[in-house]
């Protein structure tokens, strides 16, 4: 199995309160999957997410991807998993506002070894001509195809997308998650997208339901909707 998790909690201490974000979570995931976690705000997403993506640590279990427990990992490890092996897309695409379109994949790129092609990837997503814009000067669903192709471009094996959809009006989020699609199929990334947004489920080819920290579901959909 390509991601396996194992019995994960997180508890988060707030003064004498503890907060239980996840409540032994158990899931598997194949290498190219198209992967939705759907759930309400609070239900742990985001925790998830973090934690499959190294940037944080469960209370207690394992998450185990390519044979090795991320968990367990030393920093030096860990940083290099993040850098390698994971590529993260936000809600608010996070681009440095200093830097152009261009400028802010190129600096992704400089820190791994088997990078993309700039401008194969900016005609991926459709960027070629405003490849010297800065993120000010583009619209939101813009932003969020140059922070695809920011993560894309460092050719990770598993794209993580916390909300990538959450900000933009109807219209883009669909011209986005068509893009993650095209992504999941043509580049063989595995996708995984947290979302408060049932439509959206329809259209991974696995889903995996949250509620207070705990899977309630999990299936797999063997004609995923498209986007339109
Ligand atoms: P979701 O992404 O589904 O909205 P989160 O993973 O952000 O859910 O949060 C799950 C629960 O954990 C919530 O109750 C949230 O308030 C809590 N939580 C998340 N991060 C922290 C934190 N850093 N400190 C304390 N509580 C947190
Ligand atoms: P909210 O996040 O407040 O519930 P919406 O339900 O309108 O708002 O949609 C949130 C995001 O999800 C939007 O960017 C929208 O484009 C996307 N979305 C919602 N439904 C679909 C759908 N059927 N196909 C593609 N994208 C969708």
Same mark, same amino acid.
């Given at each position: ?10 508890? /988060? ?26 759930? *309400?705000? =609070? ?14 640590? *469960?209370?207690? =279990? ?5 044979? &090795?427990? &991320?968990?367990?990992?030393? +920093? ?7 850098? #390698? ?22 600096? !992704? ?5 088997? !990078?993309?092609?700039? +401008?194969?990837?900016?005609? !991926? ?7 010297? #814009? ?27 997308? +916390?909300? *990538?959809? =959450? ?8 011209? &986005? ?20 947004? !049932?439509?959206?489920? =329809? ?15 999990? /299936? ?9």
């Amino acid at each position: 199995m390509f991601i396996s998790a194992n019995g994960l909690t997180k508890t /988060y201490q707030m003064g004498e309160v503890e907060v239980h974000a996840l409540n032994g979570v158990d899931f598997e995931i194949e290498e190219g999957e198209f992967v939705v976690v759907l759930g *309400p705000s =609070g239900s742990g997403k985001s925790t998830l997410l973090n934690i499959v993506g190294g940037m944080d640590l *469960p209370t207690s =279990g394992e998450i185990i991807v390519d044979n &090795i427990k &991320i968990n367990s990992m030393k +920093d030096k490890e860990l940083t290099k998993y993040r850098r #390698h092996t994971v590529g993260f897309v936000f809600q608010f695409y996070n681009l440095m506002a200093n830097l152009t379109a261009r400028e802010n994949i190129e600096l !992704a790129t400089e820190i791994t070894e088997n !990078a993309l092609d700039i +401008d194969e990837i900016l005609s !991926a997503v459709d960027l070629n001509s405003r490849s010297d #814009h800065f993120p000010s000067q583009m619209s939101g669903g813009e932003q969020q195809r140059v922070a695809i192709a920011r993560a894309v471009a460092k050719n990770p094996r598993i794209l993580l997308c +916390d909300e *990538p959809t =959450g900000a933009l009006d109807f219209e883009t989020g669909v011209s &986005i998650l068509e893009l993650l699609l095209k992504i999941n199929k043509e580049y063989k990334k595995t996708v995984v997208i947290i979302t408060h947004n !049932a439509s959206i489920a =329809g259209m991974g080819n696995r889903v995996i339901k949250l509620r207070n920290g705990k899977v309630i579901e999990n /299936y797999t959909n063997e004609n995923p909707l498209s986007p339109r």
